[in-house]
Every structure is written in structure tokens, then in C-alpha cells.
């Protein structure tokens, strides 16, 4: 499903060395940048920045970003497991009560009916082509727990994949034609269509700046925007029917072309009632609640997209677990709420585990950072908490939990230093 980047950059130069000309005495090239940036900008796919910024793509292809769809008849190792019905099947009979299509019915692919892998880290799915459309088989393989799950089993063929998924698993997407210009969340996801940018000669430095988007030069909001075009949940408000935002490219607010779903919209699947999210792939819209976005700590602040030299996590984070929190909030005392055993340990209260994966198991954190207490579990069933997430108080009964809660953190400073309870 590649379009053809060599003739569109071709075209791009031709164009270029219509605007180009010498100067009278000197000999200089000089390029009337207003005219140029006037033209429109294609992709022309990651490989073509590999030539200049070496080291940032070398990094770049060791994050999941470089992995989000991969080619399986060109390459069958991109498969984490192999594709055995008789396997399949029997993991699926594990959890067919759950199921809303009985197992012996729901549709397995052979091997050279798969097109593309997505995913490969957690979980992995596969792309299937059914009368020229792409769609995501109704199996997928949890790597993390390594057993075979099912995934909308009963409609599957019903969700194109081109207008469910594909503006967040690869770069350079045509509605229109449904193709895409790179299998995987390249360069231009986040920098934008790099066609003027690459055309121009290296000693245009300046005039090759403008021609390409830098997030780093960005302001923070918009900077955010870009990760929260991809890590959230919402509709198109340019095309019906589309869960990506159509038309947004790097630099561009967001909100115009994109609507984030909710819970008071009518969405109970993907978000708590407290609107929390429940769906992975909801981090923007967490943060956006957060007390982080109203001081304007961003994605950035604690995520990379490409760095040079070994990742420390797996999560692109630049410091491991809590000692990511710990590089800004600094540890004063540890009485009150701080008191309890599991100070310290920032994320398991402040980002507990309330995100669900294909399985119902809850595998992702919260990005609000706030620390759901007992009580609004006790006040609300259908919102979990942060306590319960934890294995040692996953069966305490809730009222215990809150008042044992409420006991440290309404301590007097004179009983600060007193014994702590184990609990």
C-alpha cells in the first residue's frame, strides 16, 4: 500500500528548481522560501531522514513506534507466536462465557491470509484483507500473559481498519484511496509531510527549518497535542465515522480536528464515571484532567520519543518508576497519608493499574495522578480505587481501607511521630 515517494519527491525538486536561482555576483543559490512553502507537502517516509539525522532515526527505531505495523509477507519473524487454530481454540474455550460468538464460529486466519502484524510488545494483532479492505482479525495474542484472546469477535468485519485505527499505527494515510505511505508511526507523524524539507539542499539551513515541523520549538500545549492525537479516544469532527483525527498534522490544535470522547457523552466502555479513562490509549485524556496539565507538565517532561543511547524503560520514561516522580517531587517527611507502607512508591497510588486490556485484566496506569481513595469506590461501585489495585488490599473490605486511610492522613503534627499502624 505504498504510494511511490521517489516520483513525489522528483516532482517536489523540479518544482524547487523553478524558485531557485543564482545571485548576480556572487553565485549563490537563492530560493524564494515564501513561494515554496506555499506549495503542498507530501510524505516521503522516515528512511529519507536517516540521510541527515542518522542517530535520531537510529533511536527512533528502537522505540514501538518504529514497530506499530509490520509487514508479515515480507517478514515473518514481525509474528510473536504462531498462528495455530488448534491452540487458539482451546485458549478461547477458557474464557468463552465471556465470549459473544461461540468459539468453533469465530474466524481464525490462515497464515498467508495475514497482511500485517500490529503491535508486538503487550499484545499483537493481525491485519486481514477481505475484499480489498483491511480489517483486524477477530484473534489477538497476549504476549505479556502468552495466551490467545478474542477481539470483537462479533463485528469485526464490520470496522474497517483504515477508519477505526490506521491514523495513529502508520504514517501518510489516504482516506480517499485507503493507502498509507509507511507502516509504522514515522518521523512525519510528529514532525509533519517532510517533501519541501527534504528537496531543499543541505546549505538551505534556514530555509529547510520552516519547511518542517520541530515539536521541541513548539509551546507546550501544542507540543502535547501531538502525543494526544494518538493517545486518546475520540471522533473525527472533519470525517463521520472516523476515530482519528483527519487532517491534523503536527502544529495544528488539535481540538479542531479531533473531539475526545467521555463518559458524560455516553461512553461507559472506554471511561469511568468519574471519567477516568478505562480504555488503553487514553493518556491525553487523562492528563488533561490532571494537575500536571494545569501547572504544564507535559508528556515530555516525563517521556522521550528518541534519545540517544540505551532507553533506561520501556515506557520511553526518563527516569525508572517512581524515581521519575522523584526527579521533581522531593521527599520531605513521610507522616500522614505518606505514612502508609507503600510510601515512596509514587505510581501505586498516584497511577494505579485502572485500564483494561482485551482480557478485562487491568494492565495500564492512570494518567490523572491522582490517588483514588476507598471512598469513591464505596460511593460508586463502577469506580475503582487505587488501594485495591494492589495485591496485599485487592479483597480488603473498603470501609476498613478508608477509615485506616483516614487515620493517618488526619493526624495531629503532635502524633506524627508515633508508631505507624501496620497495615
Not at 6 to 30: D, H, N, Q, S, Y
Not at 307 to 314: A, E, I, N, V, Y
Not at 357 to 379: D, I, Q, W, Y
Request: with cysteine; glycine share 6%.
Amino acid at each position: 500500500m505504498q504510494i511511490n515517494r521517489w516520483l513525489k519527491i522528483g516532482m517536489v525538486v523540479l518544482v524547487i528548481a523553478g524558485l531557485t536561482g543564482c545571485g548576480p555576483e556572487t553565485g549563490e543559490i537563492r530560493i524564494d522560501i515564501d513561494e515554496l512553502l506555499s506549495k503542498p507537502r507530501t510524505y516521503v517516509g522516515s528512511d529519507q531522514c536517516e540521510f541527515c539525522h542518522l542517530e535520531h532515526y537510529n533511536s527512533w527505531k528502537t522505540t514501538l513506534h518504529s514497530r506499530t505495523l509490520q509487514d508479515v509477507t515480507k517478514n515473518l519473524d514481525a509474528l510473536v507466536a504462531a498462528i495455530d487454530p488448534a491452540i487458539i481454540r482451546s485458549d478461547l474455550k477458557r474464557i468463552e462465557k465471556s465470549l459473544r460468538v461461540p468459539v468453533e464460529k469465530i474466524y481464525i486466519p490462515e497464515l498467508s491470509e495475514v497482511k500485517y502484524t500490529l503491535g508486538m510488545q503487550w499484545e499483537q494483532g493481525f491485519l486481514v484483507e477481505k475484499n480489498g479492505t483491511l480489517y483486524v482479525a477477530p484473534i489477538k495474542y497476549s504476549a505479556k500473559e502468552e495466551h490467545w484472546i478474542a477481539y470483537r469477535e462479533e463485528d469485526w468485519d464490520r470496522r474497517p481498519w483504515i477508519k477505526k485505527c490506521a491514523g495513529c499505527h502508520v504514517t501518510g494515510v489516504n482516506l480517499e484511496k485507503q493507502t498509507f505511505l509507511e507502516a509504522r508511526v514515522g518521523c512525519e507523524a510528529c514532525h509533519g509531510p517532510a517533501s519541501l524539507h527534504v528537496a531543499l539542499p543541505e546549505t538551505a539551513v534556514f530555509e529547510k527549518h520552516r519547511t518542517i515541523v520541530n515539536p521541541s520549538y513548539l509551546s507546550a500545549g501544542f507540543r502535547t497535542q501531538i502525543c494526544g492525537a494518538c493517545h486518546s479516544r475520540g471522533k473525527s469532527t472533519k470525517v463521520k465515522d472516523i476515530d482519528w483525527p483527519v487532517g491534523y498534522i503536527p502544529g495544528r490544535a488539535l481540538g479542531i480536528y479531533y473531539k475526545a470522547t467521555s463518559y458524560a457523552a455516553g461512553d461507559s466502555q472506554f471511561v469511568y464515571p468519574n471519567e477516568f479513562a478505562k480504555g488503553r490509549y487514553m493518556q491525553f485524556n487523562d492528563w488533561k484532567q490532571s494537575i500536571h496539565a494545569r501547572e504544564g507538565v507535559t508528556c515530555t517532561s516525563c517521556h522521550y520519543v528518541h534519545r540517544l543511547g540505551t532507553p533506561p524503560t520501556q515506557f520511553q520514561t526518563k527516569g525508572a518508576g517512581s524515581q521519575q516522580c522523584l526527579q521533581c517531587h522531593k521527599v520531605i517527611n513521610s507522616n500522614m497519608a505518606h505514612s502508609i507502607h507503600s510510601f515512596a512508591n509514587c505510581i501505586g497510588c498516584h497511577m494505579p493499574r485502572i485500564i483494561k486490556n482485551g482480557t478485562g485484566t487491568m494492565v495500564t496506569r492512570s494518567h490523572t495522578f491522582k490517588a483514588l481513595l476507598p471512598k469513591e469506590t464505596l460511593a460508586d461501585p463502577a469506580v475503582p480505587n487505587s488501594c485495591q489495585t494492589c495485591h496485599k488490599h485487592q479483597n480488603t473490605d473498603l470501609a476498613v481501607l478508608q477509615k485506616l486511610f483516614d487515620s493517618l492522613s488526619q493526624k495531629s503534627l503532635l502524633r506524627v511521630h508515633q508508631t505507624r499502624p501496620r497495615w
